[in-house]
């Protein structure tokens, strides 16, 4: 079992950064893809990146170049820093873990909200 805690939404304007932060209960060491996807009212989850064990990295079109994804093992954190922010970001952002051991087993945390003022 792994609970996700996800930190660092809020109100900010256009062009402007915030980084988001998700605390694992577990040793992110132990999760082979943590990740981050967003949704809005009415329209279905989509990812934004995900990250691998080996750092490895993913990201959606629509962020490429803006948003960075990142771990930190030692401390079980994944980090998503946001620049440039653009309206169309605004969403709730959710923390996403995949752990495959003898099955697959996905989890994600409560979300934070993110808002981007035009």
């Known amino acids: 079992q792994v609970q996700l805690v996800e930190s660092g939404g809020g109100l900010v304007q256009a062009g402007g950064s915030l980084r988001l932060s998700c605390a694992a209960s577990r040793s992110t060491f132990s999760i082979n893809v943590m990740g981050w996807y967003r949704q809005t009212p009415g329209n279905q989850r989509e990812l934004v990146a995900t990250i691998t064990r080996d750092r490895s990295t993913n990201y959606a079109d629509s962020v490429k170049g803006r948003f960075t994804i990142s771990r930190d093992n030692a401390k079980n954190m994944v980090y998503l820093q946001m620049n440039s922010l653009k309206p169309e970001d605004t969403a709730v952002y959710c923390c996403?873990?995949?752990?495959?051991?003898?099955?697959?087993?996905?989890?994600w945390g409560q979300g934070t909200q993110v808002t981007v003022s035009s």
């Open positions: 996403h873990a995949i752990v495959m051991m003898t099955s697959r087993r996905e989890f």
